[in-house]
């Protein structure tokens, strides 16, 4: 079975960055050896949160932090080549900047079917296995995945590693074990909606759970979408928020922050990365922040009474019974207890970071670890290695807790972030093939 040079586990945003960086190498050294590559992705298409993707909604980073640019403003993969390709330069310069996340996506499957050598879609990757040579060293990593329609079992064997996964899904506990149909995660909105909306038609009532940009927008589409549906927004704090829009606090997303943030130590980087949060967490942007106020208004002013904006308001118990749910509540600081019915609850309770990617399991007693017991990564986000194991081990995207808020779901550094992991899995292979040239493995 052939052994790749690398094996990208996620072909989102993350693991096309790495590709484009890998690709524009090539390009640029022409008489040198192309990096072997394999590309797997879970999802049917590369698109960018294809559930979340409602008309009037923008991105919220400038169009120039895209996948390439700030590596390479030359790169073929950047959204201004996009534009040029698509025929919308021009028109798209009297837009004022503003990119809609139906743009955004097409542009991010646009740079997918850029790359040469084609991702392997349906791939689930489930483990990441250490294969060890006659010598007990490994030099080798076999990557398991399995094809969701089918169960099918598949492999690739890889020098190199790289899990550009994500964050998944976070669902607070009083909600996990209603999960369905009735109660779901905001990744899962479009879907979702359509089949309630098929079985149920537009008078519905919907419960929205969070306090950030992605609730702000679906209680915005379905006040539009749906005139006769009757909207809960439950939030725990004092109301809607909106982020910290500050020039020097959103330096935060600067390759410099990043070296600054990785430098400290466990508690203070903590702390620096608690007050970096504000400009990307649980808050609205101004366009949603005043579309919401003026729609909430208008409810009140016309006595419509559809839009209900529930401040300090906990769930306790959630009870789905035939085709509805109750909500039991509590009032966070007066204790007083309430209940809500909703035909639908929206989870917009944001994502999370695994501690441990459950993938890299089978590689915990090759692995380095720091004085908390999590992983050692370098600030080349490669995981630390014990000497008799070889293979480069690569976080992109999921070492939020280690290199800043930058250094996750955010396009600021994308590029910059994937010409990181790239340069040091250039070098890394090079001693690879030095020490041993194999290609091949039983």
Wanted: charged residues 20%.
């Amino acid at each position: 079975m052939q052994i790749h040079d690398v094996v990208v586990a996620g072909f989102g945003p993350s693991g096309i960055a790495l590709a484009a960086a890998i690709e524009d190498h090539d390009d640029a050294h022409p008489g040198a050896r192309p990096a072997d590559a394999a590309y797997l992705e879970r999802a049917a298409t590369s698109a960018w949160q294809p559930n979340q993707v409602l008309p009037g909604t923008d991105i919220q980073h400038h169009f120039l932090r895209d996948l390439a640019t700030p590596r390479d403003p030359r790169s073929r993969f950047g959204f201004t080549n996009f534009l040029l390709q698509s025929g919308r330069f021009y028109p798209f310069t009297l837009l004022g900047g503003y990119v809609s996340r139906l743009e955004w996506s097409e542009y991010v499957q646009w740079a997918a079917a850029q790359v040469r050598q084609p991702a392997e879609y349906h791939r689930e990757v489930l483990r990441v296995e250490p294969v060890a040579d006659s010598d007990g060293t490994v030099r080798t990593a076999r990557v398991v995945s399995r094809d969701p329609r089918d169960g099918a079992v598949h492999e690739h064997l890889g020098r190199n590693v790289v899990l550009a996964t994500g964050h998944v899904p976070y669902i607070p506990e009083v909600f996990r074990e209603d999960l369905g149909e009735r109660v779901f995660h905001a990744s899962e909105f479009l879907p979702r909606m359509n089949a309630l909306r098929e079985k149920t038609g537009q008078s519905l009532r919907f419960a929205v759970i969070g306090g950030g940009q992605t609730a702000g927008e679906i209680i915005l589409y379905l006040a539009g979408e749906l005139p006769d549906a009757r909207i809960h927004s439950l939030v725990r704090h004092g109301g809607f928020k909106m982020y910290e829009l500050g020039h020097f606090s959103n330096e935060a997303y600067f390759p410099t922050e990043t070296d600054y943030v990785y430098g400290l130590e466990g508690p203070a980087r903590e702390q620096a990365l608690a007050h970096a949060r504000a400009t990307n967490y649980a808050a609205l942007d101004p366009d949603v922040s005043t579309a919401l106020y003026q729609a909430a208004y208008q409810d009140r002013l016309t006595g419509t009474n559809r839009l209900h904006l529930h401040r300090r308001l906990e769930v306790t118990d959630v009870a789905v019974a035939g085709d509805g749910v109750r909500l039991t509540t509590n009032e966070v600081y007066t204790g007083e207890a309430g209940s809500i019915d909703a035909d639908a609850v929206i989870l917009c309770t944001g994502y999370e970071e695994p501690k441990f990617p459950e993938s890299l399991q089978p590689f915990a007693p090759y692995l380095s670890y720091d004085t908390d017991g999590r992983l050692d990564v370098t600030r080349e986000y490669r995981a630390r290695t014990v000497d008799h194991c070889t293979v480069g081990l690569y976080l992109d995207g999921i070492t939020e807790w280690r290199h800043g808020i930058a250094s996750a779901t955010s396009f600021s550094q994308m590029a910059a972030k994937a010409e990181t992991v790239h340069n040091d899995l250039r070098a890394t292979l090079a001693r690879q093939l030095q020490s041993h040239p194999a290609t091949l493995v039983s």
